[in-house]
């Protein structure tokens, strides 16, 4: 994929972590040991809900982005 090949402007720019949407799945790359792995969490933001997010944005051509910006609300808010 296109990301992976930035991966080394990434790190030589100090960027600790990158979260990549393609394929219809959010990928977050943070780096660690000198080298950037593939996480299921975020350091940014660690106890951010991606599969929730994930779902919501699967859904997105099927639901009016109204709707489905209040149902991940209502989840967040649980």
Known sequence: ??????LPIYSR???PEIWHW???ALT???WAEGQ???RTDSLA???FPFDQLQ???????????????SE???WLAK
């Open 72 to 74: 991940f609300r209502q």
């Open 36 to 38: 950037y792995i593939e």
């Open 55 to 69: 779902l919501a944005l699967s859904r997105r051509t099927q639901r009016d982005l109204t709707a489905l910006l």
């Open 1 to 6: 994929s296109a990301v992976v090949g930035k």
């Open 13 to 15: 720019l100090g960027v």
């Open 28 to 30: 977050v790359f943070q």
């Open 45 to 47: 933001l660690p106890r």
């Open 22 to 24: 393609r394929s219809e």
